[in-house]
């Protein structure tokens, strides 16, 4: 369970750095509304698990989400350059997401 809200946690964090990004250095009131629920989400819900998680893997996983996340989220809706190397590095940082994940320990 405290894996799913790290998942959770990281999904929130795409979507507080896509909010921070549309929201125009905070001019923009409702892009910066949901920077503050996605951002106050995603660190409750990592709070919440650092109680069961190891603090290493869990804040890799979490950071890991969050930019592979926010790097495809940017490429698909907001024009980010696509390229191989890119591409490469994403999976390579799911696959670490992955390693670390498996490699957690429950207390």
């Given at each position: 369970?405290?894996?799913?809200?790290?998942?959770?946690a990281g999904l929130l964090e795409t979507g507080f750095a896509v909010?921070?990004?549309?929201s125009h250095g905070f001019t923009r009131l409702w892009p910066t509304?949901?920077?503050?629920?996605?951002?106050?989400?995603?660190?409750?819900?990592?709070?919440?698990?650092?109680?069961?998680?190891?603090?290493?893997?869990?804040?890799?996983?979490?950071?890991?989400?969050?930019?592979?996340?926010?790097?495809?989220?940017?490429?698909?809706?907001?024009?980010?350059?696509?390229?191989?190397?890119?591409?490469?590095?994403?999976?390579?940082?799911?696959?670490?997401?992955?390693?670390?994940?498996?490699?957690?320990?429950?207390?």
């Amino acid at each position: 369970m405290a894996w799913l809200l790290v998942i959770v946690a990281g999904l929130l964090e795409t979507g507080f750095a896509v909010c921070l990004k549309l929201s125009h250095g905070f001019t923009r009131l409702w892009p910066t509304v949901a920077f503050c629920i996605f951002a106050l989400g995603s660190f409750g819900l990592l709070t919440l698990a650092l109680r069961k998680l190891d603090v290493g893997p869990a804040y890799a996983v979490w950071t890991g989400i969050g930019a592979a996340g926010t790097a495809i989220y940017g490429m698909i809706f907001l024009g980010d350059l696509v390229s191989t190397l890119k591409i490469v590095s994403i999976s390579l940082v799911i696959i670490g997401v992955v390693g670390l994940q498996l490699s957690g320990s429950a207390h």
